[in-house]
């Protein structure tokens, strides 16, 4: 019996443990199917899954090309900008994150939420903007509780800065963050959403060159969506330096000069067309669009009546007035309407019909020749001049001498102005040309419209003796590494194929009206740096009248009636550095308003000529004291 017991006993043990062998080797063999699977069929996508999870590859933003001004006087940089991301994923608990965050930065834990809530349906790997360019203090905030943010990311990003603030604003422009159609449409090859890009000025025209090209790099990230180390890096490549022509302290100096004033000034070398001075006021801040602006600061700098936003040295579109006497007479002396000897009497005005077309001077000026009348811008001598050459051939020499059309200067919406023809008059207003009408365009009113550029590249023609620059603002392109890339060279646009002693002649009553007693300009004659120039008072056409009993001093309405201010010059004026085109919104006359300018312009820059030929002359050893 006990010999049977130890059987059944032994049997039933030995069933026990077999059975438990075999739930172990099919337990193995289940887990061992689930590892071939995992490892062997599935291998690949959950090795390429895991990757994606620990490796992830990061934009490197190319750096902008710097901008400077001719003499190397950096203007436009590149500092860093601080932007906050969060990738979701990581940073579990998100709700607790976040309040941390807003601690640490002071940005509304719901602006945040809503960042990520507008990025619902993005990989929840896909780091989230919650904000760009924070600051300092923020990120060193950020950098101090690393370990107590997980899956916050900061990067580090160049944005552009605008050294000098408000100067040059309107000739450098600004950057603008690139919209979806921009993208959609493939126009800035290489630029993702949050780029910026150029919107105005040179940074606009130059975008090509200035933007550099995105560089990447892959790194792996540790469970907090940290960095651990950088696996592979494609360096980005910095965008073009550019060399403006521009002088810095004379555009300083100009901009210091209109304050208070709208209106604009622009000046060239005559000799080449590398333009020293773009100033329009009033201006503004650059640097604003890079901080981002409001809708309402937008709408406010947009509705300004003044318009800052506008570059009045090529867009704006005014009456020449008695700066285009200049074209009237060269039109007369080659119609041989006049020559030199020719005379006409001034008593201070001039009938037509049944009009009276007044002179400036009240009195008149009696009688005077061609030089005298450009010198004390006789109104009745252009008259007679201009009734007897006629509204086309006035137009035919005006668009000889560069106006009507564009200046080819490489800034966009630049304005072709205006010059009428009786043609123009018929096709545009269906009315024909009137008598009357030649007389008031041969001073340099009625249709007639120019910018200060066009006005500029004239007087620098007469200047250089008749060749027409095309106006440029860039002299050379270099890689950041300072080689050079291209040299831009002066480029001619026309001439003035005019008789020399045409040229004589205008340049004589040029003269003549900055240096002599009777001269329109005689207040800013300087004996070191002999200036040759042309005011202009450009009549408005308004139908607002001042109200009665208000003082002209304190009637907005009355200053708004006054006329606006014109002068055009070159100096010295038997060998020219410099030409500039002035006009003061409203200012009245060009003898006070805009004369004045010129002349603190010239003087500044012939001063700078002088100490650098001074300094070069001392470094070759000469006029050194022994």
């Not at 969506?225 to 521009?246: D, E, F």
């Not at 008789?499 to 205008?506: K, S």
């Not at 006329?563 to 500039?580: D, G, L, T």
Request: charged share 25%; glycine share 8%.
């Amino acid at each position: 019996m006990k010999q049977y017991l130890n059987t059944v006993t032994s049997e039933w043990f030995n069933k026990r443990v077999m059975g438990a062998i075999l739930c172990v080797v099919v337990a193995f063999s289940i887990l061992f199917m689930r590892l071939f699977y995992l490892q062997i069929i599935k291998g690949e996508e959950f090795l390429r899954l895991s990757e994606n999870n620990s490796i992830r590859l990061e934009s490197i933003v190319a750096p902008r090309g710097l901008i400077f001004d001719a003499e190397g006087n950096l203007l436009v940089d590149n500092r860093p900008s601080f932007d906050l991301r969060i990738i979701p994923r990581n940073a579990k608990p998100l709700e607790q994150t976040l309040k941390k965050l807003a601690r640490y930065t002071n940005i509304p834990e719901e602006d945040m939420m809503e960042e990520i809530r507008a990025c619902n349906g993005m990989s929840s790997y896909k780091p989230v903007l919650l904000k760009q360019d924070i600051g300092r203090d923020a990120m060193a905030a950020i950098e101090v509780h690393r370990f107590d943010l997980p899956g916050v990311v900061m990067n580090i990003r160049p944005v552009r800065h605008y050294i000098n603030g408000q100067h040059a604003a309107h000739l450098i422009g600004y950057l603008g963050e690139i919209n979806a159609k921009e993208l959609q449409r493939g126009a800035f090859e290489g630029c993702k959403s949050g780029d910026f890009i150029g919107r105005f000025g040179v940074e606009k025209t130059y975008e090509d060159l200035l933007r550099g090209k995105r560089g990447g790099r892959q790194v792996e990230v540790d469970v907090r969506g940290q960095v651990v180390k950088a696996l592979r890096t494609v360096s980005a490549i910095p965008g073009r330096n550019l060399y403006l022509s521009l002088d810095y302290a004379l555009q300083k100096k100009v901009e210091e000069l209109l304050q208070d004033r709208v209106g604009a000034v622009v000046a060239m070398d005559p000799m080449t067309g590398y333009t020293l001075v773009m100033a329009s006021s009033p201006t503004f801040d650059q640097n604003a669009f890079v901080s981002g602006m409001t809708r309402k600061e937008w709408k406010v700098l947009t509705s300004n009546p003044e318009y800052p936003m506008t570059n009045r040295v090529i867009q704006a579109e005014y009456p020449p007035a008695s700066t285009y006497k200049i074209v009237t007479a060269i039109a007369g002396l080659e119609e041989g309407a006049i020559d030199s000897k020719t005379t006409h009497y001034c008593p201070g005005y001039y009938g037509m019909g049944n009009r009276v077309f007044r002179c400036w001077k009240r009195g008149g000026h009696g009688d005077v020749n061609v030089v005298r009348a450009i010198a004390e811008s006789c109104d009745v001598f252009f008259y007679k001049v201009g009734e007897e050459v006629g509204v086309d051939k006035l137009a035919f020499y005006a668009r000889m001498c560069g106006l009507g059309a564009r200046t080819g200067i490489n800034l966009e919406n630049e304005g072709r102005g205006l010059i009428p023809t009786s043609e123009w008059k018929k096709k545009r207003i269906g009315e024909s040309w009137q008598k009357g009408e030649t007389l008031n365009v041969s001073i340099g009113q009625g249709f007639n419209l120019t910018t200060p550029l066009q006005m500029l590249v004239l007087t620098a023609a007469i200047a250089n003796n008749g060749t027409l620059y095309q106006p440029q603002i860039v002299r050379r392109l270099e890689t950041a590494d300072g080689i050079e890339v291209k040299n831009i060279e002066p480029k001619v646009t026309g001439n003035l194929t005019l008789n020399p002693q045409t040229m004589d002649i205008v340049k004589k009553g040029l003269w003549e009206a900055v240096n002599t007693k009777k001269g329109t300009a005689r207040g800013i004659k300087l004996d070191a740096y002999p200036i040759s120039g042309k005011t202009g008072t450009a009549q408005l056409v308004t139908t607002k009248e001042p109200k009665r009993g208000e003082t002209e001093k304190n009637d907005s309405l009355f200053n708004q009636n006054l006329p606006h201010a014109w002068f055009v010059a070159y100096a010295p004026s038997e060998a020219p550095r410099i030409a500039v085109a002035i006009i003061v919104e409203h200012g009245e006359h060009g003898s006070t308003a805009a004369a004045p300018i010129a002349k603190e312009v010239i003087k500044m820059y012939m001063e700078k000529q002088e100490e650098k030929k001074w300094l070069a002359d001392a470094g070759d050893g000469k006029d050194m004291p022994e």
